[in-house]
């Protein structure tokens, strides 16, 4: 069965289809796209109309466009829209409306993105299970997440993110969901907002979206709860707390033990266990919110739990793996998609735990979007209980100098401008047994870090 029509696509979106095709998937990208798929002509960077005729010659079943781009036949398969944006947006929501999944929505100024891979994780042995792919949880993430849907699923997973103040909102209506969870709230884009309540208020408009009878999922262990649990009481839907001071969803347990993080739940009345297949104890509160999550949408908790053993940490999530070099192996934590206070203190505490027969290395780039507090929150990294266990920090970027200089001597490494400084001088800075965090915002390219480390252990210097 087609994930879309021709006839239904043009249904949904009020364009006009020019030949009967038929697509069984949605791309944005020529780079990943597959023969089949429904091209997207957004404009961000570049004017996606510039590779409508790469898509088509790629295999592209038909190509959403606002015009008939140069090069392509008046004849080819195209959705033909008075905006692109737009457009998909309401293929979004007739992918939402056609389909009788149970919907739940996660956002939150950290764990965003691995509490979407615990829920789909926890939900697939369910039901057929749908869920956004990497970080898409913007303005055209969160539609395209929607119009990818098959209409046979039973249960949806959809990310909800923000940069600035009126953005959750429009999403959430998008998803409505039966189920919104909000992972947690911190310092972050503090540039685009006074507070840390003024962001608890961005979050808690998720709550927007909630299909009548739904439920809000919060996490009761924050100094802005109320303002989370008044936004529900105002909203009139069903409420579940969880978190370590949380009764009917609490974490009750926490032990990183070697490579794995033993956390004990304790939830509608039952203590259970859990191995998760990485350290952190924040990946177990994510773990006992996203439970609350699961049995609020229906499902069943052991089936949850089993789905959970199967979960780890994605590519720049916090995963884990090891490089063989001549002088012996290093354990590579590569967290290196993005960065805030909260997310590299957790890191930290996970570098810090993580069993070694070396030093624990941590490389450590700028943090992004903290406004006018920007260098004093950098330097209060130095103040982490963690950083005792931690042998040395590499510091990269402007504003990470200011860690560098809070740093006791024994523990300074090298501060330098960019990340490709310390990638390019990685081999006379770790050797085996060694365990390195590479961690940063997403524009201070520390995923060079990781690549550089894999380089060397393959023989190569770093590029």
């Given amino acids: 069965m087609s994930l879309w029509t021709a006839n239904d696509a043009a249904a949904a979106t009020g364009g006009r289809a020019v030949g009967d095709w038929a697509v069984d998937g949605i791309s944005i990208d020529t780079r990943s796209l597959q023969p089949g798929d429904l091209f997207v002509a957004l404009t961000a960077a570049r004017d996606g109309h510039d590779f409508v005729a790469q898509a088509l010659a790629k295999g592209a079943g038909a190509a959403l466009v606002s015009r008939v781009p140069e090069g392509v036949s008046e004849t080819a398969p195209l959705l033909i829209v008075d905006d692109v944006q737009t457009g998909l947006e309401a293929l979004g929501r007739a992918g939402r409306a056609r389909t009788a999944a149970r919907v739940v929505a996660v956002t939150g100024s950290v764990g965003k993105t691995s509490t979407k891979e615990m829920l789909a994780a926890m939900l697939a042995p369910q039901g057929r299970t749908h869920a956004a792919v990497a970080s898409y949880n913007n303005h055209w993430g969160v539609p395209l997440t929607l119009a990818r849907m098959p209409a046979d699923t039973e249960f949806a997973v959809i990310e909800i993110g923000m940069n600035h103040p009126g953005e959750i909102a429009p999403l959430a209506r998008q998803a409505r969901p039966h189920v919104a969870m909000v992972t947690t709230v911190a310092a972050v884009h503090l540039e685009a907002f006074d507070d840390v309540a003024g962001i608890a208020r961005e979050k808690a408009s998720i709550l927007d979206g909630l299909e009548p009878g739904g439920t809000a999922v919060l996490n009761a262990d924050l100094d802005v709860s ?238």
């Fill in 226 to 463: 109320p303002i989370l649990g008044n936004a529900a009481e105002t909203r009139g839907c069903a409420l579940r707390w969880f978190g370590r001071s949380a009764e009917r969803y609490r974490l009750s347990a926490v032990e990183l033990d070697g490579d794995i993080t033993r956390a004990g739940f304790d939830c509608e009345g039952r203590s259970v266990t859990a191995d998760i297949r990485s350290l952190g104890a924040h990946f177990a509160m994510n773990a006992v919110g996203a439970l609350a999550a699961v049995t609020a949408l229906g499902g069943d908790l052991d089936l949850a739990l089993a789905g959970l053993a199967d979960w780890a940490p994605v590519q720049g999530r916090g995963a884990r793996f090891t490089v063989d070099l001549p002088s012996g192996p290093v354990t590579v934590l590569d967290d290196a998609y993005n960065a805030n206070p909260t997310s590299v203190a957790a890191a930290l505490e996970v570098l810090a735990a993580t069993p070694t027969t070396g030093r624990r290395i941590a490389v450590l780039g700028d943090m992004g979007e903290l406004g006018p507090g920007a260098e004093q929150l950098h330097r209060g990294l130095a103040d982490l209980p963690a950083l005792e266990r931690i042998d040395t920090v590499h510091c990269v970027g402007p504003l990470m100098q200011s860690l560098h200089a809070a740093l006791p001597d024994a523990k300074r490494g090298q501060s330098v401008a960019a990340s490709q400084q310390v990638a390019e001088t990685l081999p006379g800075l770790i050797r085996g047994g060694d365990v390195v965090l590479a961690k940063g915002s997403l524009y201070m390219q520390m995923r060079r870090v990781v690549d550089a480390i894999r380089e060397i252990g393959q023989g190569r210097s770093p590029s």
